[in-house]
């Protein structure tokens, strides 16, 4: 399962975000999404699949909304195991009568964008086999050529097991982030974190990796970014990294403003 989100290397396992209605956020996540519960008290609130608790919420109503010129969280993609957990949620969202932000057939990944209360985009992802992912000469990954229809029709009509839960084994697939510099987020990627670049769309997108997968981190500039995320803002509070190769815990600050949290796992 996942064969790309092992912590054998440093990759990103839990996303943490600054919330201002942490119940109206917890009914979200909890029951519209349905994602399990792992610890709630009056200050914060850990979720994901029953064995993979990727998604912290903390209670900041003091915080401000993100300008539109600062760099920020663009979406964070939670990946499922199979392509009926998929269709499982599609379906339930739908019946929910939750809006759906749109849906991609990306050639490496089937992916389902919607929004939280709050306004954080929110990804479900199921990653195709690697033999559909395609390359250019350079083996970089084609962006060009990962826009085509998803099959809703398949998505709608797909049988799932009732018995069991849509986030089976999910995980945190990757994060994606609005970037105001491009050119020193590559130098920190690259140098600091040791991450390899997959994807770079026009000079206006750049996605990396480790374990050779299509991206674990993603950053862009569609938009009208100039400065850094400041501090106490709603949104991407840190990500937290895991690996059983680094020599020690430390927090690192990327050049958006982004904090990086790397965890030796023990």
Same mark, same amino acid.
């Given at each position: ?34 994602? *399990? ?139 994606? *982030? ?89």
């Amino acid at each position: 399962m996942h064969p790309y989100h092992n912590t054998k290397q440093l990759i990103p396992t839990q996303i943490h975000l600054n919330v201002k209605n942490i119940q109206r956020m917890t009914t979200f996540y909890n029951d519209t999404l349905g994602l *399990f519960m792992h610890e709630q008290n009056t200050e914060s609130v850990i979720l994901g699949s029953h064995e993979h608790a990727f998604l912290v919420l903390h209670h900041t109503p003091d915080y401000l909304s993100v300008s539109n010129y600062e760099s920020h969280l663009y979406h964070f993609a939670i990946l499922v195991n199979e392509p009926y957990q998929l269709a499982h949620i599609l379906q339930h969202l739908v019946s929910k009568q939750y809006p759906i932000d749109g849906a991609s057939d990306h050639q490496i990944s089937h992916a389902v964008y919607l929004t939280d209360p709050e306004g954080n985009g929110i990804e479900l992802a199921y990653d195709r086999d690697e033999s559909y992912w395609p390359r250019i000469d350079s083996q970089l990954l084609d962006g060009q050529a990962m826009i085509k229809p998803f099959d809703a029709d398949l998505y709608l009509h797909m049988k799932y097991p009732k018995d069991e839960v849509w986030h089976n084994h999910a995980v945190l697939g990757h994060v994606h *982030f609005h970037s105001h510099d491009l050119d020193a987020t590559d130098a920190f990627m690259i140098n600091t974190l040791s991450y390899t670049l997959t994807m770079n769309l026009n000079k206006q997108a750049l996605f990396y990796s480790v374990h050779d997968y299509h991206h674990h981190l993603g950053f862009n500039r569609w938009g009208n970014f100039r400065v850094p995320l400041e501090d106490n803002k709603l949104g991407i509070r840190k990500l937290v990294f895991e690996s059983s190769n680094i020599k020690e815990d430390k927090t690192l600050t990327d050049p958006n403003g982004f904090v990086f949290e790397l965890k030796k796992v023990r």
